[in-house]
């Protein structure tokens, strides 16, 4: 009953529409994303027609071919190396179904299909995607698509504000704790400042270098998608947000806006001043300007869903522990997403991840190094 089609090329004004038609499109699927400047990358396109040659699924896939060593030069040529093992094909809040309930595996299956094709002919190692976060429609026979087709699911989570509410409503919602922090930087009089000028968005992205390096990331030129973030800035898909004190930027912000929803993309702190109240303020006036433009939703995004194996349960501490006690602050309701992995090549995948690890481990060293340094 369907077909699809897989394409490395699509007419953009079209994509874009069609994603329209879906409540929970997000930005991550359209061609803004998906088509970078990177050589290591391309994307791949699939469509998926009815009998009648309607539009009933879409989902953009990017192809990694080498991925990037982070931690230093050395580990960069490691990875590049490994990375001659095979291809990366992920996605980000897809696949896009346009129809009801009753249709979706269907048309899901034949994705399936579509991806092993996409697997075969990109020389993937291992394929990996997340669902879209707003789909009201994920249930378990969703998910069981995916592990008869070998795919590995790891629970998501994140957190969405319905804007419709009245901003003395979204302000309640707000923790206490939030709702200091926020007054306590007007009280400073820190200055937030929606980015206009290309000169302020370079001032962004330096930061983000500058950010970067509390997580042991090395980048080398970090205005490579400078003219990029600007072309998506004026045509209104991207927001920037700057925190500033006596001149000095604080913390930033990216909101990334699609289908009347917007995403919290990016956030960076300068950590020049530690415990200042620059990102929940940038936070609060993010929230404001999307209700203030006419938005439906705001996602703060999320994470890895809790792990119930005490084993992980440090790790997970770790790595999610702060970071999802912080978007809780802001009221939104939980809405669970699912994160689908597949290796196809389990031996080359399994090189890979040992050829990496020094970057991993020097990572995690310089990350643990500069909070020593910061306290």
């Given at each position: ?13 079209k ?15 359209t ?7 990177d050589?290591?990358k391309?994307p791949i ?27 230093t030069?050395?580990s ?8 001659k ?24 299956q ?8 996409v ?19 994920l ?9 008869k087709?070998?795919y ?8 969405v ?14 923790k ?11 009280r ?5 400042k ?16 500058q950010?970067?390096?509390t ?25 920037f ?8 930027i604080?913390a930033?912000?990216?909101i990334?806006?699609?289908n009347?929803?917007?995403y ?15 990102g ?5 006036n ?7 433009s ?21 790790r ?21 997403y699912y994160h ?18 020094p ?14 340094q910061?306290?």
């Amino acid at each position: 009953m369907y077909k699809f089609e897989i394409l490395k090329k699509v007419d953009k004004k079209k994509w874009n529409e069609d994603l329209l038609k879906c409540d929970y499109s997000t930005f991550f699927q359209t061609v803004e994303f998906l088509c970078t400047n990177d050589s290591d990358k391309y994307p791949i396109f699939i469509y998926i027609y009815d009998e009648k040659g309607e539009t009933k699924g879409q989902l953009g896939i990017t192809i990694v071919k080498t991925k990037k060593g982070y931690a230093t030069s050395s580990s960069k040529k490691i990875i590049q190396l490994a990375s001659k093992l095979g291809n990366r094909g992920t996605w980000i809040s897809g696949p896009i179904i346009h129809s009801n309930k009753k249709s979706r595996i269907e048309i899901l299956q034949t994705f399936l299909k579509a991806l092993d094709v996409v697997i075969k002919e990109n020389n993937l190692m291992i394929i990996d995607g997340y669902s879209p976060p707003q789909d009201p429609l994920l249930d378990n026979n969703y998910k069981t698509e995916f592990k008869k087709n070998s795919y590995v699911i790891e629970d998501f989570l994140t957190f969405v504000t319905d804007l419709n509410q009245s901003i003395d409503t979204l302000w309640k919602n707000v923790k206490k704790n939030a709702r200091n922090d926020i007054t306590k930087g007007e009280r400073e009089k820190i200055e937030i400042k929606e980015i206009q000028t290309k000169k302020d968005l370079e001032k962004f992205e330096l930061l983000a270098k500058q950010w970067a390096k509390t997580k042991g990331i090395e980048i080398k030129n970090p205005l490579v998608n400078l003219e990029k973030d600007w072309q998506d800035l004026q045509n209104n898909i991207q927001k920037f947000f700057l925190a500033l004190k006596d001149d000095e930027i604080l913390a930033a912000l990216r909101i990334v806006c699609f289908n009347k929803i917007a995403y919290t993309h990016q956030v960076l702190n300068s950590y020049s001043k530690p415990g200042n109240p620059g990102g929940p303020l940038l936070t609060w006036n993010a929230i404001k300007w999307a209700k203030d433009s006419g938005l439906k939703i705001f996602d703060f995004s999320g994470g890895e869903a809790h792990k119930k194996s005490m084993q992980d349960a440090k790790r997970y501490s770790e790595q999610w522990g702060s970071l999802l006690s912080y978007k809780r602050k802001w009221g939104g309701q939980e809405f669970p997403y699912y994160h689908f992995i597949k290796v196809k090549n389990k031996k080359s995948y399994k090189l890979f991840r040992i050829l990496s690890t020094p970057d991993r481990i020097l990572r995690n060293y310089k990350k643990k190094h500069f909070r020593r340094q910061s306290k």
